[in-house]
T-cell receptor, first 112, second 114 residues
């Protein structure tokens, strides 16, 4: 039972390149979210999903796309990377109703 | 909309001293409240949470927090700091019924002096 698996762990992109951050879970939780962590900013919600086929925007969605075709996977796509997207990205899942959130180990992304 | 305020960015205590990390929140509906810890270059680990019931919540590693509705606070305490407690601590709020919307404070870095 791995919980939440994020890949890759590290990535360097050039400005304008695109890429997909992967998030997979084996806990069968309905709710999945993507956060970015920046120094002094805490974690900010990018996009979230309440179930397969349902996604919505969080606090900082610009420049990112998501889709949720299965319960297990919730990929985050950067369409055209910018230096402002240099950050650590965390995927989180929850079964809801105060059950607590389980976080992946993160993806450290640098855009040059 | 909900928000979390963690005053200050850094707290330093001596080993064996009391740890007090403050958290105030705002929420339009009764909240679920959480404290997470993040060790260097690692992900976030749940320390404790408040959902309903007893307002004094005990967590892992000897930490506890008390939900005070009248003060909209959820301060984290530990009677005696250990060197291994050095980390970054995040308070978070999740309004009941908004299960994917966990809002974090900016975090506090705890240092422990020998």
């Amino acid at each position: 039972n791995a919980g939440v698996t994020q890949t890759p762990k590290f990535q360097v992109l050039k400005t304008g390149q695109s890429m997909t951050l992967q998030c997979a879970q084996d806990m069968n939780h309905e709710y999945m979210s993507w956060y970015r962590q920046d120094p002094g900013m805490g974690l900010r919600l990018i996009h979230y999903s309440v179930g397969a086929g349902i996604t919505d925007q969080g606090e900082v969605p610009n420049g990112y796309n998501v889709s949720r075709s299965t319960t297990e996977d919730f990929p985050l796509r950067l369409l055209s990377a910018a230096p402002s997207q240099t950050s650590v990205y965390f995927c989180a899942i929850t079964q809801g109703w105060g059950g607590g959130y389980t976080f992946g180990s993160g993806t450290r992304l640098t855009v040059v | 909309a909900q928000s979390v305020t963690q005053l200050g960015s850094h707290v330093s205590v001596s080993e064996g001293a009391l740890v007090l990390l403050r958290c105030n929140y705002s929420s339009s509906v009764p909240p679920y409240l959480f404290w997470y810890v993040q060790y260097p270059n690692q992900g976030l680990q749940l320390l404790l949470k408040y959902t309903t019931g007893a307002t004094l919540v005990k967590g892992i590693n000897g930490f506890e927090a008390e939900f005070k509705k009248s003060e909209t606070s959820f301060h984290l305490t530990k009677p005696s700091a250990h060197m291994s407690d050095a980390a970054e601590y995040f308070c978070a709020v999740n309004p009941t019924g908004a299960n994917s919307k966990l809002t974090f404070g900016k975090g506090i870095t705890l240092s422990v002096r020998p």
